[in-house]
């Protein structure tokens, strides 16, 4: 009777432990050599720049993530996600660079509420049909990395890119602060995300420029669609940005004022579709981004790129991919200063493990000079090796 009392015991101990929640660490370390060849002519301060350097996530950015949930019965259950960026080449590891914070709940059938910081659907769906997988190298017309833009980040907190002064647009905001989304489970081959951003405080100061409404909020919405080896997705978000400030002259500072004041709508546009042909996936992807001078509509940029791209295996153990895409920036609006842009990108992989593999990556970009942009050609490549876990 003990040992049978002793075995319900047990096998209840147990089924509470499967009802806990569970916690998986998971994450990325992408390392190797990397080089960069830059020129720029006209406007252009820098004329001519070359690095070197063994460095880091040049196909992947390296993590480290926490991701739990736990069941709660009737087929919800709490979800969470913390996740940092790590930097395997600096000697410092201990700053926290959030990526993604969130904590939600998830309805088996119906899909999942979360808050918190989290990635936007427009970047999302680039994700899911970018042929170079959104890594960090030159030659990406539609995901810009590092030199690769002529354009420099725009938008400000709570998302991520920060306010800039050279009037010019990136491509895409990757996640945002301060933020609820809703990611439905898949219906007849549909699925879908909502966003929507709120950090809005009033404040009452006797200094005129910092008293008043400081408002950053937006919204945002995903569409996907699956048919058998064909894939389609669309995306849109608009943030705003109403900081108040002394404007003194909106050129050439689009969005920041002299006391620092920043209102600008940022509108972006993304659709995309892949097709898998077995050996080859085959990618088309175009894209809008246009940030608007709230205090004075006739200032704004924008940024508009197509690409097309292949992926696939051409061995069980290498894999390979190339791009090439082109677009228009233009900047302040008035008088349209614009300028256009090609690039194109060669990747390949060569798996060890499932989790391991070896890779080698070129990219290139070139942009015509105008009044207000410089002509720019730089190129990227690098090799190294990436490890999830």
Same mark, same amino acid.
């Given at each position: 009777m003990k040992k049978i009392l002793l075995a319900i015991v047990l096998a209840s101990c147990v089924i509470i432990a499967q009802a806990q929640s569970s916690v998986t660490i998971y994450g990325i370390l992408d390392a190797g050599y990397m080089g960069t060849n830059y020129t720029g002519t006209g406007t252009s301060a820098t004329t001519k720049q070359t690095t070197s350097t063994i460095g880091q996530s040049a196909e992947q950015t390296s993590r480290l993530g926490f991701r739990g949930s736990e069941d709660l019965g009737g087929g919800t259950s709490a979800i969470f996600t913390i996740e940092t960026g790590l930097n395997p080449n600096n000697s410092t590891v201990s700053t926290f660079n959030n990526r993604q914070t969130?904590? @939600?709940? $998830?309805? %088996?059938?119906?899909?999942?509420?979360?808050? @918190?910081?989290?990635?936007?659907?427009?970047?999302?769906? &680039?994700?899911?049909? #970018?042929? @170079?997988?959104?890594?960090? !190298?030159?030659? #990406?017309?539609?995901?810009?990395? %590092?030199?690769?833009?002529?354009? &420099? =980040?725009?938008? +400000?907190?709570?998302?991520?890119? +920060?306010?800039?002064?050279?009037?010019? &647009? #990136? /491509?895409? +905001?990757?996640?945002? /602060?301060?933020?609820? !989304?809703f990611t439905s489970d898949k219906f007849y081959g549909i699925g879908g995300q909502i966003m929507f951003t709120q950090n809005n405080q009033n404040v009452t100061q006797t200094a005129s420029t910092t008293g008043g409404n400081s408002n950053y909020s937006g919204y945002g919405i995903g569409l996907n669609y699956t048919l058998d080896k064909l894939y389609v997705t669309g995306a849109f978000q608009a943030l705003k940005s109403e900081v108040p400030g002394t404007l003194t002259n909106p050129a050439p500072a689009l969005w920041t004022s002299a006391s620092g004041g920043t209102n600008t709508q940022d509108n972006q546009t993304y659709a995309a579709a892949t097709y898998d042909f077995g050996v080859l996936k085959a990618y088309a992807q175009w894209i809008n981004r246009k940030a608007t001078d709230t205090l004075d509509a006739s200032y704004y940029a924008k940024r508009s790129a197509q690409q097309v791209g292949v992926r696939g295996f051409w061995t069980p153990k290498i894999e390979s991919w190339a791009s090439v895409g082109n677009g228009r920036v233009t900047t302040y609006g008035q008088? &349209?200063?614009?300028?256009?842009?090609?690039?194109?990108?060669?990747? /390949? =992989?060569?798996?060890?493990? $499932?989790?391991? %593999?070896?890779?080698?990556?070129?990219?290139?970009?070139?942009? %015509?000079?105008?009044?207000?942009?410089?002509? +720019?050609?730089?190129?990227?490549?690098?090799?190294?090796?990436?490890?999830t876990f």
């Open positions: 969130f904590v @939600g709940i $998830k309805q %088996n059938g119906i899909g999942a509420f979360t808050i @918190g910081t989290q990635y936007t659907p427009l970047y999302t769906a &680039v994700t899911q049909t #970018d042929p @170079g997988q959104v890594n960090n !190298m030159i030659g #990406d017309a539609i995901y810009t990395a %590092n030199l690769q833009t002529t354009a &420099v =980040n725009s938008g +400000t907190a709570p998302y991520e890119n +920060t306010s800039s002064s050279s009037g010019t &647009v #990136d /491509s895409l +905001t990757v996640r945002t /602060s301060n933020t609820a !989304m008088g &349209v200063p614009s300028a256009n842009f090609v690039a194109f990108q060669l990747g /390949s =992989n060569y798996w060890l493990s $499932k989790r391991t %593999n070896l890779y080698a990556i070129y990219g290139q970009s070139q942009t %015509n000079s105008t009044t207000a942009i410089p002509a +720019t050609a730089a190129s990227n490549y690098a090799v190294g090796l990436r490890h």
